[in-house]
């Protein structure tokens, strides 16, 4: 992490002749003090209200339970404090284990294929060899722009036996179609829309910091004798390691968070159920079956999973990189 | 004979090393372009012809489509393109102007709690977004805003990644000396930040207002949480409940098709404009610093 060092006012003005009086100097001071705390205001109230806010509530809501009270028509429900029980029963649920295990899947094939995929292009973008560098880098990027659930429903339908391309092309060979919409292929199926839609972010991403490699450093490779691969592998891929290591944080985040994708295609297919992944089983908890305080310790333990795997790539990151760029 | 033999063979070699990368990268582009041109070529089906022609035939349909798709539920889909234009487009103006602001002081002054601050805010980057979209609905429902515009519009302005860039834009392309000069000269700090700091920071704001954009305009599970009339529907939950409805009549799946192919259109439109303008490198070069 950067830390932007800024020798600020104070040394540098007072050792500047003054004109002013005393007391306007003393004015003016206060006003240089007071005014990061105006800039920053809007940001801070906004964090606390939307973020640090619903963080809290989201914890206090973890280790509450509902208790029925009364009977009949006349009971209702009562909440009260549940110390670490909506814990308990959510880690011990086989569904969130399962679900968990689903998402294991999913990332092992969209992570490494997507990160795989965004340095090969950038790397191919960069390379003297290259032509059509400018229609490939804007087609790659394209996908950006389509929000991920209508990416999901594009794929669904190149997926759906009816309409599916590339299953016309296989029945028409008489293999029959291509099970995209199955077990196991549903996996693969989602792991291809993610990587559809971010893998041009991460080229550019990963691209633009090999632009800024000083040209230097190729041509003290290119008098060693190195070939262009060998300098792809050896001077880009290192240098490039900062943009990586912020792609990777990037596509495992976003594999914790998947969503949208798996909602969308469930229409589409059986074996995708309501509670396949763990954020559909937080928005099942919350607004299907109404256990709130199962859907909020669900919530903590997926934020916190996420700060861990990300602590855990910057840790290994920094290890690997240590005296070199990071 | 010898001799062309002799010239084309190292220049066969040098074609093939310029061949192989091209290839590989035009296959990345029609990879990335085929579901695109799926849509546009299936929005042109009629419903029968949906199921029935190889899926890259144009049909004779599209202007049906387009008819059925704008005037369906009496014109909810212009409603909900509207609706997205105005959450992703005032969303993201908010949310750049206090990203700037944010990271232009907490760049360029020195104050107490200046870490703390920084440090709490970039840890948001962390959390899932989408984990907070429960407690908000909740937080929101108790002060009686769930539901209504400023639900999806509020919780999107803060921006921890796009506080981080301009923090890190504001470091690079400030001069602290210019500051300084234009403090002794008498100016205020607002009149500064106005006139010298916000020119200076103008691409990064593009990028983080592009950012902001396209993250507001794709988000899903927001509106989706938030919003039970339709009518406040941004695209992507209005061509979700299509779908969703559609798995019960065919008919809902062309509109749904002809919808996603319209609402494309203005973000990839805008995105290829604006793409000269956005300074990406912000990104990577933020971890290098």
């Given at each position: 992490m950067p830390l932007v060092t800024s020798p600020e006012s104070g040394a540098t003005t007072s050792a500047v002749p003054r004109r002013s009086t005393p007391v306007r100097v003393r004015g003016r001071r206060h006003h240089v003090h007071l005014a990061p705390y105006l800039f920053v205001a809007p940001a801070v109230v906004l964090f606390v209200v939307f973020m640090l806010v619903p963080i809290v509530y989201a914890i206090w809501l973890s280790f509450q339970t509902y208790h029925l009270v009364?009977?009949?028509?006349?009971g209702h429900r009562e909440q009260v404090f549940a110390g670490f029980e909506n814990y308990g029963s959510v880690l011990a649920d086989p569904n969130l284990i399962a679900g968990f295990g689903r998402l294991g899947i999913y990332g092992l094939i969209a992570v490494p294929l997507n990160l795989g995929l965004a340095l090969l292009f950038a790397l191919l973008l960069d390379a003297?060899?290259?032509?059509a560098k400018r229609f490939s880098r804007t087609a790659i990027f394209v996908?950006?722009?389509?929000p991920g659930v209508v990416a999901a429903l594009l794929w669904g339908f190149m997926y759906l036996p009816g309409t599916s391309p590339f299953s016309y092309i296989t029945q028409s060979l008489g293999?029959?179609?291509?099970?995209?919409?199955?077990n196991p292929g549903i996996f693969g199926s989602l792991a291809n829309i993610a990587i559809w839609g971010v893998v041009g972010f991460n080229m550019i991403i990963i691209y633009t910091s090999l632009r800024g490699i000083p040209s230097e450093m190729y041509e003290a490779a290119r008098l060693d004798g190195a070939n262009e691969l060998q300098i792809a592998l050896r001077v880009k891929i290192p240098l490039a390691t900062p943009a990586l290591v912020l792609t990777a944080i990037f596509s495992l985040i976003g594999t914790l968070q998947v969503y949208g994708e798996p909602t969308t295609l469930k229409p589409m297919t059986n074996v995708i159920s309501q509670s396949w992944v763990p954020l559909m089983m937080i928005y099942r908890d919350a607004?299907?079956?109404?256990?709130l305080p199962s859907a909020a310790a669900l919530s903590v333990v997926l934020a916190l999973g996420t700060v861990v795997v990300s602590a855990i790539v910057l840790l290994l990151a920094n290890r690997r990189n240590s005296g070199g760029v990071a | 004979m010898s001799a062309i033999a002799t010239r084309t063979g190292p220049r066969k070699k040098a074609d093939r090393g310029k061949v192989l990368p091209t290839v590989v990268l035009l296959i990345g582009a029609i990879y990335c372009l085929i579901p695109v041109a799926w849509v546009f070529v299936a929005s042109t089906k009629s419903r029968s012809q949906l199921f029935t022609t190889f899926t890259f035939t144009p049909g004779d349909g599209l202007v049906d489509n387009l008819r059925s798709l704008f005037t369906y539920g009496g014109g909810q889909f212009g409603l909900w393109a509207l609706n997205s234009v105005i959450y992703a487009g005032l969303g993201a103006v908010l949310s750049t102007f206090v990203s700037t602001m944010a990271g232009y002081a907490l760049a360029k002054y020195e104050f107490k709690g200046r870490s703390v601050i920084f440090y709490s805010i970039l840890g948001g980057v962390l959390i899932p977004g989408i984990t907070l979209a429960i407690p908000q609905y909740l937080l929101l429902s108790q002060v009686g805003l769930a539901g209504g515009y400023l639900s999806v519009l509020l919780p999107v302005i803060i921006s921890p990644f796009g506080i981080y860039l301009s923090r890190v834009y504001a470091a690079a392309a400030i001069p602290s000396d210019t500051l300084e000069a234009a403090r002794i000269d008498g100016a205020n700090e607002w009149r500064i930040f106005r006139t010298i700091s916000v020119p200076l920071m103008v691409p990064g704001m593009v990028t983080v207002f592009m950012l902001q954009f396209v993250g507001i305009w794709n988000n899903f599970l927001l509106p989706f949480v938030m919003l039970?009339?339709?009518?406040?529907?941004p695209l992507t939950v209005g061509l979700y409940t299509l779908l969703a409805k559609g798995s019960g009549s065919p008919a809902l799946y062309s509109l749904a098709i002809t919808g996603a192919a319209v609402s494309i259109i203005p973000l990839i439109i805008l995105m290829l404009f604006l793409q000269r303008f956005w300074r990406l490198d912000l990104i990577s070069g933020g971890l290098k610093g």
């Open positions: 009364g009977g009949g028509i006349l003297p060899a290259s032509r996908p950006y722009a389509v293999w029959g179609d291509i099970p995209f919409l199955e607004f299907l079956t109404d256990n | 039970s009339d339709q009518n406040n529907y």
